[in-house]
């Protein structure tokens, strides 16, 4: 049995369950909020999602690392098969560790990667029978321990943002649409594609006065944690909501504005962190699948009344977006960008340059 070869660890939980599992990653403790991902690719996508900070990631397919870890390919100076530059989970949960690995353009296998990054990782759990507790019992603190025990530590008592987001400005493309990206911990892809619409893309840090910046369109980003912590953002979100700039938000872009709008957010059960979420545009019988990652959602019974709901989400009615009735404000609470799950949903950012070229010309 190949467990042999491997040094024993157990995963705590708040609730007092313990799991006995096989580390295949950095022989070190760690602590965070454990949440599960239900997506059948995608794990270097998901380890480097700076959303994920803070937590214990549970993947539920059963066998990672069969297609190892990708090289380091850099494109329009973003890496091109990561979603930022290192990995940002806490520590990583699977059922089985596939030793060896195929694929084209692997460089290493995930133990490496993992080892090299300190990031602990176990296998040798039941993780569909730990999701299904968690989706019982909800969003709770958890713990690797090896030799000594460790205190729990809940992320959302402290601004994760602050710990993603750059420090500088940056700039991408020389397109002829200036989008001012608010970063908030945002995922690579969201860069790529909005590239691909002739702009130039103007990353700043999560609490930039951006007021005195030339451009065309607001971006806000995804990012970890509980989205009242960035005060900064929200505030700087109030003055722009009232100007007649386009503005998108994805995730906790989305929640952002919301609150900068005068609405309220909670904390959900136990997230929605999944592939192939269903969620109906308001108004239509069109529904879509959308890739999620999100422990808050925004509260739509008290919007604004000059605000009203976009997209709603099919499996337990929580909000997916909004828009403002008379300004070319969206927002989505899924991500249109996810190429691990479907791109049902790519044609918003579309959307959004049609808005952000229909107020250049006014």
Same mark, same amino acid.
């Not at 069109?286 to 808050?296: D, E, K, M, V």
């Not at 691990?340 to 950012?349: E, I, K, M, N, Q």
């Given at each position: 049995m190949k467990e042999k070869n491997y040094r024993k660890a157990t995963l705590i939980l708040e609730d007092g369950m313990h799991l006995s599992g096989f580390s295949f990653g950095a022989e070190i403790p760690a602590a965070g909020e454990i949440v599960f991902n239900t997506a059948m690719t995608g794990y270097p996508e998901s380890l480097t999602d700076p959303s994920y900070k803070g937590q214990i990631l549970v993947l539920t397919y059963p066998s990672i690392g069969n297609?190892?870890?990708?090289?380091?390919?850099?494109?329009?100076?973003?890496?091109?098969?990561?979603?930022?530059?290192?990995?940002?989970v806490n520590a990583l949960i699977i059922s089985d560790y596939s030793e060896k690995y195929h694929h084209w353009n692997a460089s290493k296998s995930l133990a490496q990667w993992l080892k090299e990054e300190k990031i602990p990782a176990l296998f040798g759990i039941d993780t569909r029978a730990l999701?299904?507790?968690?989706?019982?019992?909800?969003?709770?603190?958890?713990?690797?321990?090896?030799?000594?025990?460790?205190?729990?530590?809940d992320p959302n008592h402290d601004n994760l943002v602050s710990r993603v987001s750059i420090k500088e400005k940056q700039v991408y493309g020389h397109g002829k649409n200036r989008i001012l990206l608010i970063d908030c911990g945002v995922k690579n892809n969201i860069i790529r594609y909005l590239l691909k619409y002739d702009t130039t893309v103007i990353r700043v840090p999560w609490d930039y006065d951006y007021s005195r910046e030339e451009y065309d369109g607001l971006f806000i980003s995804n990012g970890p944690g509980n989205p009242e912590m960035c005060q900064a953002t929200i505030l700087n979100l109030k003055k722009s909501i009232n100007e007649d700039r386009p503005i998108f938000g994805i995730c906790l872009g989305h929640q952002l504005v919301s609150l900068a709008a005068g609405a309220q957010t909670y904390k959900l059960k136990y997230g929605h962190r999944s592939h192939n979420q269903p969620v109906l545009m308001t108004g239509t019988n069109?529904?879509?699948?959308?890739?999620?990652?999100?422990?808050?959602?925004?509260d739509a019974n008290n919007l604004p009344n000059d605000w009203e709901v976009w997209f709603t989400n099919l499996n337990d009615g929580s909000n997916?977006? @909004?828009?403002?009735k008379s300004k070319q404000i969206l927002t989505t609470q899924f991500h249109p960008e996810a190429?691990?799950?479907?791109?049902?949903?790519?044609?918003?950012?579309?959307?959004? @340059?049609?808005n952000t070229e229909s107020w250049k010309t006014r």
């Open positions: 297609y190892g870890v990708p090289g380091k390919t850099v494109e329009d100076n973003l890496l091109a098969h990561f979603e930022s530059e290192h990995i940002h999701t299904r507790h968690i989706r019982e019992k909800g969003a709770m603190l958890a713990k690797i321990v090896f030799d000594q025990d460790i205190p729990f530590y069109q529904a879509y699948l959308t890739s999620q990652n999100h422990g808050y959602a925004v997916e977006g @909004i828009k403002h190429s691990s799950g479907p791109t049902d949903t790519a044609f918003l950012f579309g959307e959004f @340059i049609k």
